[in-house]
């Protein structure tokens, strides 16, 4: 079946270093959506990203959408503590669910 | 509006009770879903439902039962607890995409930590 895998699965950084997540699907995406959970809270939405080779821009993150969808990128600039939590991706199923990958999560160092 | 509300937030349970995790929304949402996400892992998709009166299967629904008389409420039933249920639950949900290949943002309640020993 459809599986979306995201790596690396933990990333530890010092504070200012940058990051990056990525998410690759085994079947081309219609669109892809980002989610952030910090320690001990629920996924909240980041983004979606639509078009083939789309670049979104949220401050400090960078969300960029494969030529192909079928693969997807998330980078945050000079992290800072606030960053630290667990970074999903998850692309949508014709039936109206979404395939959420493992998530990577970050440790920030101060 | 408050959004996803899910109770208990807390539970522990013995092995073999049953016990149903309430999830309700305000946001006059269609679809609904209830996931679970073991310690350090994704989330796993238990049912979902399309709207009332409608429910389906997920990834992982061995164990639970759901129900969506209402578009407000989807209840998730767990049968004769296992250990193997020790989780976090998540109720999401979303309206319809406005378009074919635009897909909403799922909205999260808090979560219930259940324990089953």
């Known amino acids: 079946g459809q599986q979306v895998m995201q790596i690396p699965q933990y990333q530890h950084v010092q504070e200012g270093e940058d990051f990056t997540t990525y998410c690759n699907s085994s079947?081309?995406?219609?669109?892809i959506q980002w989610y952030k959970q910090r320690p001990g809270g629920h996924p909240v939405f980041l983004i979606q990203?639509?078009?083939?080779?789309e670049v979104k821009k949220q401050k400090r993150l960078t969300f960029q959408f494969g030529e192909a969808k079928k693969n997807s990128s998330l980078h945050i600039t000079a992290t800072q503590t606030t960053d630290v939590g667990t970074y999903f991706c998850?692309?949508?199923?014709?039936?109206?669910?979404?395939?959420f990958g493992q998530g990577t999560t970050l440790q920030v160092k101060p | 509006n408050a959004g996803v509300t899910q109770t208990p937030k807390f539970r522990i349970l013995k092995i073999g009770q049953s016990m149903t995790l309430q999830c309700t929304q305000d946001?006059?949402?269609?679809?609904m879903y209830w996931y679970r996400q073991d310690p350090g892992m994704g989330l796993k998709l238990i049912y979902y439902?399309?709207?009332?009166?409608?429910?389906d299967k997920g990834e992982v629904p061995n164990g639970y039962n759901v129900s969506r008389s209402t578009t407000e409420d989807f209840p998730l039933r767990l049968e004769l607890a296992a250990p193997s249920q020790t989780s976090v639950y998540f109720c999401?949900?979303?309206?319809?995409?406005?378009?074919?290949?635009?897909?909403?943002?799922?909205?999260f309640g808090p979560g219930t930590r259940l324990t089953v020993l």
């Open positions: 946001m006059n949402h269609n679809y």
């Open positions: 079947t081309t995406l219609s669109n």
């Open positions: 990203l639509v078009k083939s080779g």
């Open positions: 998850a692309g949508p199923r014709n039936t109206g669910k979404l395939i």
């Open positions: 999401a949900s979303r309206t319809s995409g406005r378009a074919a290949h635009y897909y909403n943002e799922q909205f």
């Open positions: 439902s399309v709207g009332a009166g409608i429910t």
